[in-house]
């Protein structure tokens, strides 16, 4: 008898042990808090929920690449965003840093982070995947770990991002749709891609090639990589017109501007594009459209991390979170631009045009967002 007590006594403490590690959210029953805001991906979202903590928060925001236009208005959405007075006096500590494209270095800063005792860490994912070890960290210790933008190939974190696969399409249709208007069915576009190795490329990638393969058209699609900047783009574009001669139309995943100014230079017509929602891309659809420049403007917007910082906050206070948010794709043609509406002719070329989430409250001014630096702060 006096075995088994103690072997009793051993179990209960093994599986206090247990109980202790397996922290992290719960899987339970939706709806989740402000569907509004932080709606589901789809019917089989499932939800997370994790322990209320007693803020004021400790949050850091861990990017990898910083090298385009992109990511710095980004890190400079969310040191505007900590600031704003509706999410200020829950931030006890907010830290940025950049890693560059080295996925190691990402997961050690993270690692770091989580060792120091901060409250949620949101990040884009260099790689989609090889983050377990870190999630399993972040579980044990009730870190918020929110991957954005270039999101994980995983359902064990919650997650922020616009439908990348969406967007492709959405690229790809339009051009298809402008092409089929002039007659044209066959011939070379260009596919401007964005960083290697991520999924928002991938993802938007694969979809243009299956929309345009879709249509049963002889196309021959030309791949270069502009890394979402507009300077690669334009040295890529350029590039690619001197080997490859004239394209029917271009899909830019980024660097629109320069993409299309790549055109300009080289004296090739203007032909339907697809591209991202750079302030300098929409002035050049509102001021070319005129002469044959058709374009579609689709923002994979910076501010994702604005929602991304609000949706930890949100689980932080222990409300009911779907593991995938979905935002809206925000959607601008060439004949749909309106300056100071969804262009603005007075602010930057570089500036990503799309910054306002009125379901969520979020609302980051221009001025307020150029006026912080890309500086790490830590």
């Known amino acids: 008898m006096k075995f088994l007590s103690l072997a009793t006594l051993a179990g209960a403490s093994l599986l206090a042990s247990t ?9 339970v029953s939706g709806p989740g808090v402000d569907p509004a805001c932080f709606a589901a991906w789809d019917a089989d979202t499932k939800f997370m929920q994790w322990p209320a903590a007693e803020g004021p928060y400790r949050i850091a925001v861990v990017n990898g690449f910083v090298g385009n ?45 989580i060792n120091q005792g901060f409250d949620a860490i949101i990040t884009i994912a260099v790689s989609p995947d090889g983050f ?7 579980d044990r210790e009730n870190v918020v770990l929110v991957p954005f933008d270039n999101v994980l190939d995983t359902d064990a974190v919650m997650q922020v991002n616009e439908d990348q696969t969406e967007m492709g399409r959405q690229w790809a249709q339009f051009l298809i749709d402008e092409l089929a208007a002039q007659g044209v069915t066959g011939g070379k576009i260009l596919e401007v891609r964005g960083l290697a190795g991520n999924s928002v490329d991938r993802d938007r990638s694969a979809a243009i090639h299956a929309a345009f393969e879709a249509t049963g058209g002889d196309w021959e699609i030309v791949e270069v990589v502009g890394n979402w900047d507009d300077g690669t783009g334009q040295k890529v574009t350029a590039d690619a017109i001197a080997v490859h001669g004239e394209f029917a139309a271009v899909a830019a995943q980024g660097g629109t501007t320069g993409v299309v100014q790549a055109l300009i230079d080289a004296g090739h017509k203007m032909v339907p594009i697809a591209g991202e929602s750079e302030n300098g891309y929409r002035k050049q659809l509102a001021n070319l459209s005129g002469d044959g420049l058709k374009g579609i403007s689709i923002g994979q917007s910076p501010g994702l991390v604005a929602i991304s910082i609000k949706a930890a906050i949100s689980a932080l206070e222990g409300n009911v979170m779907p593991q995938l948010i979905s935002v809206p794709l925000p959607v601008a043609t060439y004949d749909q631009l309106e300056d100071g509406v969804n262009y603005w002719s007075d602010l930057p070329d570089n500036f990503f045009t799309v ?24």
């Open 19 to 27: 109980s202790l590690t397996m922290a992290g959210p719960e899987i």
């Open 355 to 378: 910054n306002e989430f009125p379901p969520c409250g979020v609302n980051i001014s221009g001025p307020a967002i150029m006026s912080q630096s890309e500086a790490d702060v830590s």
């Open 132 to 138: 377990d070890r870190v999630i399993r960290l972040a």
């Open 69 to 113: 236009t992109w990511r710095i208005q980004m890190i400079k959405t969310a040191k505007a965003y900590a600031e704003d007075p509706s999410v200020k006096d829950k931030i006890a500590e907010f830290k940025v840093v950049s890693t560059g494209t080295d996925a190691p270095a990402q997961l050690g800063a993270i690692e770091d982070f």
